[in-house]
């Protein structure tokens, strides 16, 4: 018989922040996906069935990312158990926004987005951010990288809202990052 109390000491430690404490970068975008979270779940009362297994069930949050699961247990006298895996969230075309954490009035940057197909064959969007549009051919399980050129001319937070519509105008993702201008 082994002694994990000690080793469950250490995960507890290890799991102040949920998720893969990558959360800060998330926090700027806020859109058509827009439950973001961290921690996707958590549990601390589920109980085992007399085989000693338990199921839950949960909707995902709208993170397209890599969880973490961690799973801990403890019997009545105190003999502990634990497990670790992970699981991917992904969509079969999405968008992911690659703008500046921050700008100034009179910056001139490009405000761009990731058009990733995961899917097995190749496809045509267009992609928008406001009025503007480009069109782009992604092969399956490719990925490019459309940008914008932009001068913000006023402070504030300025919404960028991606759009990737199919050929028939169907939006297949839609994402939203805030950035801040001063």
Known sequence: VRDSRSELGDLFGRSHVGGDG????????????????????????????????????????DNLTEFRIMAVALDREGKGARAESSFTVKKPVMLVPVVP????????????????????????ATVRLGARSQSVNVLPHEKTR???????????????????EDESGKVLDQVEAKLDVN
């Open 22 to 61: 990558g959360g800060v970068a998330l926090s700027t975008i806020t859109e058509a996906r827009k439950k973001f979270v961290e921690t996707a779940l958590f549990r601390p009362d589920v109980r085992t069935d007399q085989n000693g297994h338990a199921t839950v069930k949960f909707k995902l949050p």
């Open 101 to 124: 954490r921050f700008a100034r009035v009179g910056d001139k940057f490009e405000a761009a987005a990731m058009l990733h197909n995961e899917t097995k064959s190749a496809i045509s």
């Open 146 to 164: 459309i940008g914008f050129a932009m001068d913000p001319s006023g402070a504030g937070t300025l919404p960028l809202t991606f759009t990737a």
